[in-house]
Structure formats: C-alpha cells, structure tokens
C-alpha cells in the first residue's frame, strides 16, 4: 500500500489563494501546472482535507486553511497536471485525525469540477474513483464553430457508441469511439445525408445505477452523471485510454474539430438535474459528502425528487446554478461545444417552493451568458414532478423539444389511419396543420417564434421510426424488468402484424408511412430532429426502452438492405427538398412578421374552412408556403387517408391580382389560417398563374443509373397547371415547387 505523506500547510500567506474559480487552478502562467489553487464548496464543514498523488510520487495530505462564504480554498505546491486527487470530510474527527486518512483505503469525495475521473477497482472489489488535474492545451489550428443559423439547421441525435460499432468500413479498434465518431467514413455519411449539427447522448463522466449491477447490462445511454466537466472515458479508443487522461481528452476534441471542419455542429446532452449519487442511502461520492443540504432539494428535510432518479439538484442554489453554468461555459471554451440539449430541463428551473418559473434565474442567465448567448440552447420540456409539463413556455434564447408535434404526427399517420380501417373516423386535421405550420399556438406566449420548436418524430427514448410502424406494443423483455419499464403509450401502428414479418404488402406500407413521418417533418415549420438510424429504417425490436443495452438491440445497423437504402434515399432526397427551398428564401424567413405565410387547401383546391379543420372525413390537406420575396413556393400535398383521392392542386393567391400574403407571426390562432389576413402586407400581383413542378413522392421510389432506389424525379416530368387534378394514393405525400418567374 503506497505511504500516505502528511504534509501541513501554514496559514502564512494563505490569503495568497482564492475562494474562486472552484476546482483546481492555476495561479499564474509562471506556475502553470506546479503550484495550484485549491477552491471547494463545503459550507457545513468546518475542515476538509485535500488528498493528492502527483504522477510516480506518494499520496500527500493537505488541510485546505482558509473558509470563505463556504468554499475551503488553498494554494498547494507540487501538485503537477496529472495528480490524482481528491477531498476527505468528518464532522466528528479533529484537524489531526482527519490528517491521518489513507486515500487508498475510502472513496474519497471527487472534485465537482474535476476534469478528469480516474477509475480503478480498489482492494476489496469495489470501483473507486479520483479526480484528475488536467492541462487544456490542444491544437484547434484554424478551425471555427459552424455557427449554422436555426433556420438551416438539422439536427441528429446519435449515441457516440452505438453509431460506429456495427460499420463494417471503420477499423475495428476505433468502433464506437470518439474517434469513430470523426472517421471520414462516419462524416461522409452525415455530410451526404444533410444534417448540420449531431446532438449525442451524454459524454459527460458517468456510470452504471446499482439496480444494474450483476444483470450483465449498462448504462447504455449515459444518463447518470458523476462529472460535470469530464469526459466519459469508455467512449475513447483503447490506445487513447492507454495512453492517459491527455489523449482521452485530445480524441474528444479532435472529435469535435473533425466535426467541425466537416460544417457539422456539435451539440451534447446534458444531465444537470440529478446525479449519480441517487437517492437517500445511495453513495456518498461528491456532492453528497460536501454539501448535501445546498447541493440537493429538499423538502421538510427529504429529498425532494421530480426526476425519478432519487434526488434533484437545486437549482435554488447559487452554487449549483453556477456550478451548471461554469460547466457549460467550460464545455464551449474547451471544446468548442456548440449547443446543449437540457435533460428534463424543467427540474433546472423549479423554485424556492419547487414551482417551475419561466423566468428562473438559471434559464435567463444561460441566454444571456456572453459565452452562452452563441450557442443553441435546447429544453426537454419537462419531468416527473408537479406540473412538469412545460413545453412551449421556456423563455426566448431555448428551444424546446416539441412533443406534441411528435404526437400529433404519429396520431395522423398511424393511430388515424388504423382506426379508420376498423370503420371509425376521431380526428380532424387542425392540430396536423398547427403541426406543420411551427406550433406557433404553443409558442407564442413565450414570444418565440416556430424556430423554437424541436420537430421530431422520434428520440433515443422511445420507439425508432421502423418499430413505429411494426409494433402496436413495446417489448421489453430484454431489459429484465418483466416489460414494465419503458412507456405504454406510444401512438404507434404495426399495418395489421406485430413485429417480423414477411408479407409484402405490409412492409410496403410501413416503408411509406416511415417516409411520410419523415417528410412531415422536415418539410414543416421549425428545427427537425432526426434520430440516428431513423434514415436507414433501424429496428431495435420493439424495445422502446434501450438505455441498459449496449449491444445489437441498440446500436445502428449499416448492413444496408434494400429497405435501408430505400430509407436513405427518401431522407436524403427530403432534406435536399428542405435546404433547396431555404435557400430560395430571404434570411428573414420565416420568424419575422410579413416575411412568410402558408396557405391551406383541401382536395378541392379550394382554402379549408373551420368546418373541414375539424371534420374527422376530410384526410387531404394541401401546404402552400413561401414568402413574398422568395423565389420559390412549395406546394405539399398530403393524403392521410386510407383511399386514394383525386386533388386539385390550388391557384397561387400570390398570382392573382388583388391578393395579399397573411402575416402568419402577427398573433396566434386556434385554428390554422385559412384565408388571407386583413392586417397583412402589402399586395402582390403577378401578371400569369404558374405550374407546379413534381420534386417527390413518398409513394415508391424508381432506380437510378446504378440502380439503386432513387426519390429524385426528372424534371421532364410534365408540369401541373393551377386547377388540374393529380391523383394522390392514400398514404402518400407528394410535393411541388413553383417557381414565381418563368424558367
């Protein structure tokens, strides 16, 4: 067992070190990395003990002197960059008793803002765990954040892990790495697919719940934090593990510059609303053992939880709202980070009285932060507790995951049309038209606009988007908990079989209820947000809980069928669509007032009245959107039915003389508008109605020269006049541009 060297430390001087920054940091560049200063939040106790082994020496113990608004604070020579180390409390022993720790023989407390987590099996069998003091130094060379605007940016959450484990074109040893993450082959495929920014499950430093222990499985998913500013070590390649803490960090930030110099955004998931301490009994491994009444809500002295995970950071708490915030701004000033998706995010923003307040402290101050300010800031809109549901009502600066746009969605194509075809008719289409129309009824009132709103389909919790359309129920077997884990209420349809089937008619139409998802979504109003292996049909077997398997079930499958080249196809195609339209399209468009408008239509072509909003029979809904100084409108028609129907596509009101473009952002409405605003801009006339031009279908798609699927179309195609009719099959989306010159 290594000797523990007790080392004293004068008071003289002490009024040299700080009480900030926290953590463990330099004192100057002349002593950068030698001598350090030691902060660390502690209120409750009167003395705490720093325990620290520098690289290849002994273990040292020094009693931190001085106390200032309840951070112990020191400066401590011969602490180099590599040290491990960590704090050591008792409120019952003495200064001298608490002198006399072996580091090797507890867990000692980890630094809160530790930027590296060393973990080792200790001598009796159980992982300990040691912050690790770290250089930042890194050769970004000339590369910048994208900086890509809302408006262009598509998002896909992928799973560090689980994306490059399965590609057969990545070299074994780098396979669910960072450094796979950032393999040509891997930015090939998001470059070619059109996503501008990957959002990933956490990387921060975390580890596996109790209840996982002995089962064979893992925290998959990450959701359990045990470092807020270090990187979670198993997600680095074996040589880079090897070699140290140094090339941990370097491979996650030459991660980030590949990314970078590829255009691609990197956004990570953040978990700041519990940690991995859990509940009451569980490990004392940080916050718990320094200041567990101020790190943690509490209720008449309980915890407090409205995370499910056993306890609930407070954000009534200076501290932690300044401990997320240094993170965050360590995250982006280190790595370059640009965005944050907030895990259950209204737990960041409850109250004194545990209330959730649009206006909390910490939300306004992360829009407002001069790091912050330029990075995406992203809300899961809700948790567990009391009135958590909460989307729409983040203040301006965040975006807010749209469920109910995910819902609405699903209900349209699937569980509508399911229940059509047992004889019944529930729903119309007026929340499918606010749906695609940027859910401004639900984000008006925060004074945002519908770039606010994430669109997505599906997430890593909860079905993929083939499984959608294959299974009625989850299945869950897998994860040991007897099926009861995971949500029930899934919206989901499996086309009349459950699960594997080999009837081709079936999977004829589950393929093109998946693209129709797909379309809706990226061609609505809004942020989309595709989730990796949605674009090449994943399945993970009807399990719509997947955080504890790090195996198959979970991971992307690049074997590439027929079915997931199609799938490919049909993504990449929509979101060339998506990105052509934008850019005939002025910067303005479409969040300032005047700058945009959509106009809806049935199968007649004539403008939808509130009757046919809310008729459950009426399944054609025909888009007409654009501004009044794009160059370009697109048409999109969609039939969410179950018979074919014969659809008049509409005369432009741009075209016609007299006509005026709504104002769509003016205030909301509770139905999506169907006839021109009074109080709108100014008029347009142009002299000629012009044709729509066929871009897509989500139908079938053709083969190209090399014969695989293809969803471009020629542009020989003939062109369709305002007033003619095309035919639309049921369950199907089909979408036009019209150009506003002549070509």
Known sequence: MPETVVEAISTLGAALSRHFPLGVSDISKEQRGLTANVAVYAPAHRNVVLCFQPPGDSWKAVLLPDKTDGVHHALVENMPVGSRYGFY????????????????????????????????????????????????????????????????????EAHVRGQTMLHPDIPEDIRGTYAGMAHPVMIKHLQELGVTAVELLPVHFHIDEPHLHGTGMTNYWGYNTLGFFAPHVENASAAAREAGPAAVQAELKGMIKLLHMAGIEVILDVVYNHTAEGGPGGPSLSWRGLAEEQYYRMRDGQYYDTTGCGNTLNFGNAQVMKMALDSLRYWVEEFHIDGFRFDLAVSLARNGVHEFDSQHPFLLAAAADGVLASTKLISEPWDVGYGGWQTGNFPTGWADWNDSFRDTLREVWLTDRATMLAGY???????????????????????????????????HDGFT??????YNHKHNLDNQEENRDGTGNNRSWNHGVEGITNNENILAQ????????????LLALGVPMITAGDELGRSQGGNNNVYCQDNEIAWVDWSMDEEAKTMLAATRRLVKIRKDFLAAQPSSYPTRGGHSFIHWFGADGVPMSPEEWKNPHERVLTMLMGSPDGKVDGLVVFNTGITNEDVVLPANPRFIAGATEPEPESEPVTEPASEPDPDAAAEVALPELRPYMLRMTTAEPTLADDGEPSFRLPRSIPLVKPGETVRVDANTVQIYRNDLTAS
């Open 510 to 521: 589950r393929g093109r209820t998946s693209r129709n998802l797909m379309a809706t979504m």
């Open 89 to 156: 409390t008792d409120l019952e022993a003495t200064r001298e008793e608490m002198l006399l720790i072996d580091p090797e023989a507890v867990q000692l407390l980890l630094d809160p803002y530790g930027r590296f987590i060393d973990q080792a099996e200790r001598s009796d069998g159980t992982d300990g765990y040691l912050s690790v003091r770290m250089d930042s130094e890194f050769d970004w060379g000339t590369v910048t954040r994208p900086n890509t605007p809302w408006r262009e940016t598509v998002i896909y």
């Open 425 to 459: 008719h529930h729903n119309g289409l007026s929340k499918f038209g606010d749906a695609l129309g940027g859910s401004a009824q639900l984000f008006a009132a925060s004074g945002r606009s519908r770039m606010a709103s994430i669109n997505m389909i599906t997430a």
């Open 465 to 470: 988007l083939a499984d959608l359309t294959a």
